[in-house]
């Protein structure tokens, strides 16, 4: 595998609180290779979106990267001034968020925002930013660009918006693209055009993603490799067709279980759906040991008292003492 | 459609229209025309009872409007809407589609607005059995709230606490228990899932399957999402642009999906087995529905139509053991 492009090592983010202090992600730590998609994937409030916000350096305070790394091609970003932060979000970031719409400034037209965004990471004239500005909305998929640039965002389609929305995100040619629930707000039909457009643009230009999701379904489609992660924890880290096709972690198992699926089959109605018993801890509650020995079938002894490391399986890892004595 | 008397529900040609029209002092001045918005078109189909028939589509296709129709949050704008043989829309029989209506209850998508905060979730539950006079005396209430707690996997106890001590999920739970406790045959279900994580959606689905089960309810599905709805559903309806396009059992829309639209939507789902299969990227997006295309309203996304479909708006049809409503099907220029 080549250098890693991103690297994150034991990233801890606190929320301070009058009543104590909320670890919402809790050492965790993964890489990401040039042109790779990285699927990231969890439950609400499992961590996942945090995570990428600590990247990006967006973290709402009082939230706050309290321990850990956060490389990115070789370089500490996670301790870096505002104002080069800054420059690093959108020149070498690009992130992409759930509702296009509130990524978008109603007030002006696409064209003035990409044109802003360009000028401001790039060192390009005016003329040759609004010729760049339509070479990235062809790009993207957006039919007769050159008309396009002028209109406001409101004149676009849901569909259309999240492409514009990406456009801006690769304005300045990142290296790495942090995408969050980026086809969530979306009809299935253009979820499968938006997700078909991150894999080619992630191909083409040897950009990482990091892709957000809750929907195993498009990580499936997307990632090269997929972190499942659980109260603020990675439960299980490995090649995508590895950890659906073979879950390691009981959380993974479960989590597979429970999604529904078009059965192959005609007239499969009422199979019952595997569930998983309970809901996820909240932040001030996360139990002692692993994370999920209260929800956990297969929980033993050891699960209550000792926190589990990830432990390398196969080409990934897993954070279960089940998997324990095959390691040795 | 021909009647059956097993039929809870049914309704006949329904439509329903919103004004979208500028204010009036703008029209008058700006010489503009009235602007209707027809959410929902000659939309006919039957709901058998104790059976779930669940309604799909992408936003904007009219199911949520149509599950509006039926408990009377809307009235609609043409047709006729019957429950258990009575007419609803029939303004002479006012009385009697009010007191129909009690025996029919609604299930919202968000669980955090659907809720009223301020109220403990003892109130929350208890006030259609004290709307409707279900329980004579205080005690009454009390032990059926308890019961309906219990019954969707809650304790008794928590009937003293208020919305925002509960998850997503126990939230919903609470909504299913409100809906259950006024007696209710028939149950309309307006994306209950949505707004849920993976594992507690498979919570809740079962959860309703069971109830169904025990209670012999009849269930009206809304959802977007044909992977659930192929865990819950009877018989499915595909809905486009305000219209249904396709009708069947649900084995036979998953097994052999007829119309160009309800194909493109099956081949819109993830792979989650990662089969290879790879999803035929669909071009285009739902029309705006101020301008629907003429004729079939699909035509301009169908790889299969022609000048006829362009022209001529197709009639829902029995293909098979479908309805559907496309001319390449009705002629056969579509292989089945």
Redesign the interface.
């Known amino acids: 595998m080549s250098a890693p492009l991103l690297e994150v090592s034991d990233l801890r983010v606190e929320f301070p609180t009058r009543r104590g202090t909320l670890v919402a992600v809790d050492g965790i730590s993964f890489s990401i290779a040039p042109g790779e998609v990285l699927g990231v994937v969890g439950?609400?409030g499992a961590g996942k979106s945090l995570t990428g916000m600590a990247i990006i350096g967006l973290l709402e305070p009082p939230g706050r990267v309290a321990a850990g790394e956060i490389r990115l091609e070789g370089e500490r970003i996670d301790r870096l001034p505002p104002e080069r932060m800054r420059r690093v979000r959108g020149r070498r970031i690009g992130a992409i968020f759930q509702d296009p719409l509130t990524s978008l400034n109603p007030l002006y037209t696409i064209g003035a925002q990409l044109v802003e965004t360009i000028l401001t990471h790039l060192d390009l004239g005016r003329a040759a930013a609004r010729r760049r500005a339509i070479e990235l909305l062809g790009e993207v998929g957006i039919p007769a660009p050159e008309a396009r640039l002028d209109h406001y965002p409101h004149q676009f389609?849901?569909?259309?918006r999240q492409r514009v929305v990406i456009a801006l995100a690769l304005a300045a040619g990142p290296r790495l693209v942090i995408a969050d629930e980026p086809t969530t707000a979306l009809?299935?039909?253009?979820?499968?055009?938006i997700?078909?457009l991150l894999k080619r643009l992630a191909r083409e230009h040897g950009t990482a993603v990091m892709l957000i999701t809750?929907?195993?379904?498009?990580i499936?489609?997307t990632a090269d490799r997929v972190a499942v992660m659980y109260a603020g924890r990675i439960a299980e880290i490995g090649p995508?067709?590895a950890v659906?096709?073979a879950p390691r972690h009981p959380y993974t198992v479960?989590?597979m279980?429970?999604?529904?699926?078009?059965?192959a089959?005609?007239?499969?109605?009422?199979?019952?759906?595997?569930?998983?018993e309970g809901?996820?801890p909240r932040l001030n509650a996360i139990p002692r040991g692993c994370a999920f020995n209260p929800r956990c079938p297969r929980r033993f002894d050891r699960c209550l008292a000792e926190r589990p490391g990830p432990l390398r399986l196969e080409a990934g890892q897993v954070a279960c003492w089940l998997y324990a004595d095959e390691r040795q | 459609m021909s009647g059956n008397d097993r039929a809870l529900v049914r309704l006949v040609a329904v439509g329903r229209d919103f004004d979208v029209s500028r204010p009036w002092l703008n029209r008058v001045l700006e010489g503009a025309p009235r602007k209707l918005l027809r959410a929902v078109d000659e939309v006919s189909f039957e709901v058998t009872r104790g059976e779930t028939l669940a309604l799909v589509g992408?936003?904007g296709c009219g199911k949520s409007t149509i599950a509006r129709l039926i408990v009377g949050l809307y009235a609609p704008s043409r047709g006729t809407i019957a429950f258990d043989g009575l007419e609803l829309t029939d303004p002479a029989r006012a009385a009697e589609a009010q007191r129909a209506r009690r025996r029919m209850q609604m299930i919202f998508q968000d669980p955090y607005a659907s809720l009223n905060p301020r109220w403990r979730v003892r109130n929350i539950v208890a006030e259609p059995i004290r709307a409707l006079g279900l329980a004579a005396t205080r005690a009454e209430v009390h032990a059926r709230v308890g019961e309906l707690l219990r019954q969707v996997g809650l304790a008794p106890e928590d009937g003293e606490k208020f919305p925002h001590e509960f998850?997503?999920?126990?939230r919903q739970r609470i909504s299913i228990a409100r809906a259950l406790s006024g007696n209710p045959e028939f149950l309309v279900c307006d994306e209950p899932t949505s707004a849920l994580?993976?594992?507690?959606?498979?919570?809740i689905?079962?959860l309703m399957?069971e109830l169904q089960r025990r209670l012999g309810l009849t269930y009206l599905f809304i959802s977007?999402?044909?992977?659930?709805v192929?865990?819950?559903?009877?018989r499915v309806g595909v809905m486009y642009l305000g219209r249904l396009v396709e009708l069947a059992?649900?084995?036979?829309i998953?097994?052999r999906p007829r119309h160009p639209y309800t194909r493109?939507?099956?081949?819109?789902?993830?792979?989650?087995?990662?089969t290879g299969r790879s999803?035929?990227?669909?071009a285009g997006?739902?029309p705006n529905p101020l301008a629907p295309p003429a004729g079939c309203a699909f035509h301009p996304r169908c790889s299969h139509a022609n000048a006829r479909c362009e022209a001529e708006r197709p009639p829902l049809a029995l293909a098979g053991h479908a309805l559907v409503a496309c001319h390449a099907v009705a002629e056969g220029r579509i292989a089945p």
């Open positions: 439950e609400s389609s849901g569909g259309m009809d299935v039909s253009i979820q499968a055009q997700i078909a809750h929907d195993m379904g498009v499936a489609e995508v067709r659906i096709h479960g989590l279980g429970s999604i529904p699926r078009i059965a089959g005609a007239g499969s109605r009422r199979g019952r759906l595997a569930q998983i809901s996820m | 992408e936003s998850s997503g999920g126990q994580d993976v594992s507690v959606q498979a919570q689905l079962n399957t977007h999402n044909l992977a659930v192929s865990h819950v559903a009877d059992d649900a084995g036979e998953f097994a493109m939507l099956l081949d819109a789902v993830p792979d989650l087995d990662m999803r035929t990227p669909v997006e739902v």
